[in-house]
């Protein structure tokens, strides 16, 4: 059978569907976690390992309440990132009848929200957190527990990220999108997905979020 037109529109399958299979692709390629939140910012499902641990960063790194908080829709690839340098991407998508695979009260003809992250645009954020951490008054059994967690994020160029934000929006939307139409949380994230942000000031808040965690 040759190509015919409509083959790649994914419009016709619900939209949980296609998040599900998005995760799918996006961890086995670079182990990468997908995370989908309810309409009030519930979590409903992730693939990150260490759930609890990220999810904590999300938020205490303030990524979701800039999501939540914002009148935006969203309705384009939105790129962010948190104090520790990790770098996370978002979109919005809509439940828009009964039959979707994700169907709660809170999603009914509702918002959705599709999370990609974390990960590192380069090998020189996890030794700044190494270097900062060598610093603090954690033990060394702590140290080791937080770098090990951390060494779990993957590492990947700028121009991968870009790809796979390409991919969350025509997954969710069916259209194609160019790199020009993303949006940047503020401009710290814009230089640093440029690579010319200056040397980042690890939060002490975010870092002992991470330590509570561990006790």
Same mark, same amino acid.
Request: net charge neutral; charged share 25%; glycine share 6%.
């Given at each position: 059978?040759?190509?015919?037109?409509?083959?790649?529109?994914?419009?016709?399958?619900?939209?949980?569907?296609?998040?599900?299979?998005?995760?799918?692709?996006?961890?086995?390629?670079?182990?990468?976690?997908?995370?989908?939140?309810?309409?009030?910012?519930?979590?409903?499902?992730?693939?990150?390992?260490?759930?609890?641990?990220?999810?904590?960063?999300?938020?205490?790194?303030?990524?979701?309440?800039?999501?939540?908080?914002?009148?935006?829709?969203?309705?384009?690839?939105?790129?962010?990132?948190?104090?520790?340098?990790?770098?996370?991407?978002?979109?919005?998508?809509?439940?828009?009848?009964?039959?979707?695979?994700?169907?709660?009260?809170?999603?009914?003809?509702?918002?959705?929200?599709?999370? &990609?992250?974390?990960?590192?645009?380069?090998?020189?954020?996890?030794?700044?957190?190494?270097?900062?951490?060598?610093?603090?008054?954690?033990?060394?059994?702590?140290?080791?527990?937080?770098?090990?967690?951390?060494?779990?994020?993957?590492?990947?160029?700028?121009?991968?990220?870009?790809?796979?934000?390409? &991919?969350?929006?025509?997954?969710?939307?069916?259209?194609?999108?160019?790199?020009?139409?993303?949006?940047?949380?503020?401009?710290?994230?814009?230089?640093?997905?440029?690579?010319?942000?200056?040397?980042?000031?690890?939060?002490?808040?975010?870092?002992?979020?991470?330590?509570?965690?561990?006790?």
């Amino acid at each position: 059978m040759g190509y015919q037109e409509g083959m790649d529109d994914l419009e016709e399958y619900p939209v949980g569907v296609r998040v599900r299979i998005l995760a799918a692709q996006v961890k086995a390629s670079a182990n990468l976690a997908t995370w989908l939140f309810l309409g009030q910012g519930e979590m409903f499902f992730s693939t990150c390992v260490h759930e609890k641990e990220f999810l904590s960063f999300l938020k205490l790194g303030k990524c979701l309440d800039f999501l939540y908080e914002s009148k935006e829709e969203w309705d384009r690839p939105v790129i962010l990132s948190d104090p520790l340098g990790m770098v996370w991407l978002a979109e919005n998508a809509y439940v828009e009848n009964e039959g979707e695979t994700v169907q709660t009260e809170q999603t009914q003809k509702g918002r959705l929200l599709i999370v &990609i992250g974390p990960l590192f645009l380069s090998h020189t954020s996890v030794k700044h957190i190494e270097e900062s951490l060598r610093s603090s008054s954690y033990s060394v059994h702590m140290r080791r527990e937080m770098m090990r967690t951390l060494a779990e994020v993957p590492v990947i160029s700028m121009s991968a990220v870009n790809q796979y934000a390409k &991919i969350l929006h025509y997954t969710l939307t069916s259209q194609r999108i160019q790199t020009s139409d993303f949006i940047f949380q503020n401009e710290a994230t814009r230089l640093l997905t440029m690579g010319k942000s200056r040397k980042i000031r690890y939060s002490i808040r975010v870092l002992s979020g991470l330590c509570r965690m561990k006790n």
